[in-house]
């Protein structure tokens, strides 16, 4: 059974940081691109970034272009997601998400609330 | 790196079919047929019903089905029931490699 498993999120203030990390089982890991997707309160499915099954190619949405980074570790089976400069408009529930195109298989997601 | 449109709403009765539209451009739906569609119930994850703009994965009834008509995805549901109460939002793979989601649908049972 695959199972995606999302931490690292909370409370954080304006212009910090926060490393969201994603434990993947049940699949063989690095054979898939892997996906971050985040929802703000009250409003749809917004895609973050993503990541080739090797790392060497990462896409990000332009909102986060430059303050997000997406890495994997392939030998820990783990997703991660550094989130740097954070504002409010990042407050979200943080989903990790297997494949590139077609996600079958999401976490639970994460909390992340950035406020002061 | 704009949402694709779809309708805020859409609404029926159990037994009738309904269609959510999903509007893009020639950069993203009208260019490659890498369409999906999710269905999300309050506080839950997103589950994917239809992937490569018609096809269903394993377990997903076959009273969903999806194609694809320029720049525009739709997803039919047949049979309407109870349970298909919930948000429906498309997605495509875009020309800059990238993915967008559209701006979701509720679908509501009356």
């Known amino acids: 059974e695959v199972q995606l498993v999302e931490s690292g999120g909370g409370l954080v203030q304006p212009g910090g940081s926060l490393r969201l990390s994603c434990a993947a089982s049940g699949f063989t890991f690095s054979s898939y691109w892997m996906s971050w997707v985040r929802q703000a309160p009250g409003k749809g499915l917004e895609w973050v970034a993503n990541?080739?099954?090797?790392?060497?190619?990462?896409y990000y949405v332009d909102s986060v272009k430059g303050r997000f980074t997406i890495s994997r570790d392939n030998a820990k089976n783990s997703l991660y997601l550094q989130m740097d400069s954070l504002t409010a408009e990042d407050t979200a529930v943080y989903y990790c998400a297997r494949d590139r195109v077609a996600a079958a298989d999401w976490g639970q997601g994460t909390l992340v609330t950035v406020s002061s | 790196q704009s949402a694709l449109t779809q309708p805020a709403s859409v609404s029926g009765s159990p037994g009738q079919s309904i269609t959510i539209s999903c509007t893009g451009t020639s950069s993203d739906v009208g260019t490659y047929n890498y369409v999906s569609w999710y269905q999300q119930h309050p506080g839950k994850a997103p589950k994917l019903m239809i992937y490569?703009?018609?096809n269903r994965p394993s377990g997903v009834s076959n009273r969903f089905s999806g194609s694809k008509s320029g720049n525009t995805a739709s997803l039919t549901i047949s049979g309407l029931q109870a349970e298909d109460e919930a948000d429906y939002y498309c997605s495509s793979y875009t020309r800059s490699s990238t993915l967008v989601f559209g701006t979701g649908t509720k679908v509501t049972v009356l």
């Open positions: 490569e703009v018609s």
């Open positions: 990541i080739k099954q090797d790392g060497s190619e990462k």
